[in-house]
């Protein structure tokens, strides 16, 4: 015989395994009745709680996290009181024992008795002879064989809270197949109070244009009617409401709709700030009667537009200007022909779509990067550009969502490339007497917008022109780089003896001076 431990002495197996088998079932049993209790207390709860929200307006959301406690609070207490304190309680070999003993008086607490005498820590005089307590073992084995777990413990127990459990989720399938979404809806809601979904009611409200985009100084406008051809139920709603969620939570902003002659509701809200970071949202339903639909989101979104303006100019050689990389600045392009202006864009968010117009003509444009672009204009007569003329460029931005930018335009000024022009400083009298082997010192001033390309004296006698004499202008375009107009006084000498003055009564000079200018650009002057 299979003997195992207990204490100082041993127990057969075979008490052992039996007992052990019923202590299973009990603890089993007790655990599936407590769970179907806990699960059809808290359907019960759930049924009620959307019985409550079905019969009165649930708005704020502590109504609806109060909802949801309740069927929590329900079904924790059936849990308390069918689970954790049946199974809280010990199951010992001789409990068990008793326990199926007092169902079976036949048995006479044989098997009782032997698992208390073999589990006893008692010295043998006190227990009593070892004799006696193997022979009632033996008997105690006998007996135990009669005992079959399954028909002592049962699990008809359970039928009560299955039954109840049955009855509520059949009462939630029929309520379901008759009303799928709105229930449906209910029983979301109930279970996570946290989701954002209309009320029972909401299937009546067709809300425009719900979930949306606006742009920054935009204006919202909200429309809501009755989806219904009763026009009893159109008669009984008279009022709508536009509620906006609070930034932390807390009650909806209210605003009262107007009603509209064909029982809809309107509201208009005011020009809308973007004072939050781009892209930021807010949230706002809709109360028409009973009925409270779910929150809609509008995105606040920037009017695209250029937050930075730089522009930069590339000059011809000829005028020995050094280039200047963009800069910031208003935007407006200034030069004479023949420059050629790059102007760059720093966007304040990325756009769908960059449309330049160059004086009334379509123009090509860049992307650098998301938030950049540039073009380049070459200032010419060829162009459409006349000197001292203006024109302008003009920029059209779309975002992604189709909202255009306000009006970006900006000039585009040629300035002129003046002539060169000459003084004579010295002599200052436009008419001398002189004898014909007179020396005249001459001092000129010579000037241009840019660079001279030469200077001469050019004498005549009596009207006949004579050879010019070149001048020296090396001083002026000494300088590498000449950021500033081109102004050169000079000195030379009109030799009388020099000249063929036989008969001549008048001697004439002039200084004339030419500029830089290509020949491409209209030059030289």
Known sequence: MTRIAIGK??????????????IWRARAALTLRGVLFTLAAALLGILVSMAVAAKWLIVEPWQHYALTFLWV??????????????????????????????????????????????????????RGSQTLIDALAAEAVGDVRTVRPRREVTFRKARTPLCFLTGAAAVLAVLWAIYPAPVGRLFAKT??????????????????PGDCVVVEGGRLEVGVSIDRRDADLKRKVTSAQFRIERAGGGADKVFE???????????????????????????YRVRAGDALSRYYTVTVEPRPAAGRIEVGYEYPDYMQRANTTPGPCHGHISGPAG???????????????????????????????????????????????????????????????????????????????????????????????????????IIYNLADDFGLDRA????????????????????????????????????????????DLTGARQVTFKIRARDNRPKALGGPQ
């Open 9 to 22: 002495n041993v127990l057969p197996g075979p008490i052992e395994t039996i007992l052990r088998r019923l």
């Open 73 to 126: 609070a329900a079904g924790s207490a059936a849990a308390v009181v069918f689970l954790v304190r049946p199974l809280a309680k010990s199951f010992s070999l001789a409990g068990i024992a008793r326990a199926i003993e007092q169902r079976h008086p036949e048995l006479q607490e044989r098997i009782s008795s032997t698992v208390e005498l073999l589990g006893s820590d008692d010295a043998p005089e006190i």
């Open 191 to 208: 279970l996570a109070p946290y989701l954002n979904l209309p009320n029972f009611f909401a299937d009546d409200l067709l809300v425009t």
């Open 257 to 283: 709709m107007t009603a509209l002659a064909d029982g809809s509701f309107a509201y208009t809200s005011g020009a809308i700030s973007l004072n939050r970071p781009p892209g930021r949202s807010f949230r």
């Open 339 to 441: 420059v050629v202006a790059t102007v760059r864009l720093h966007l304040n968010k990325p756009v769908a779509r960059a449309e330049l117009t160059v004086n009334e003509a379509t123009a090509e444009i860049r992307r650098t990067d998301s938030l950049t672009y540039s073009f380049t204009h070459r200032l010419a007569a060829g162009n459409g550009d006349s000197a001292g003329a203006r024109g302008s460029w003009r920029m059209a931005l779309t975002d992604r969502h189709g909202f255009r930018s306000d009006p970006l335009e900006r000039d585009i000024i040629v300035e002129s490339d003046s002539p060169p022009t000459v003084r004579i400083l010295s002599p200052e009298p436009k008419k001398l007497k002189l004898r014909p082997t007179d020396r005249l010192p």
């Open 456 to 499: 001469e004296l050019a004498v005549s006698i009596d009207g006949r022109s004579g050879k010019p004499v070149r001048l020296s202008i090396t001083a002026a375009q000494s300088r590498p780089e000449i950021s500033g107009p081109v102004n050169h006084t000079g000195q030379t000498t009109l030799n009388l003896a020099a000249l």
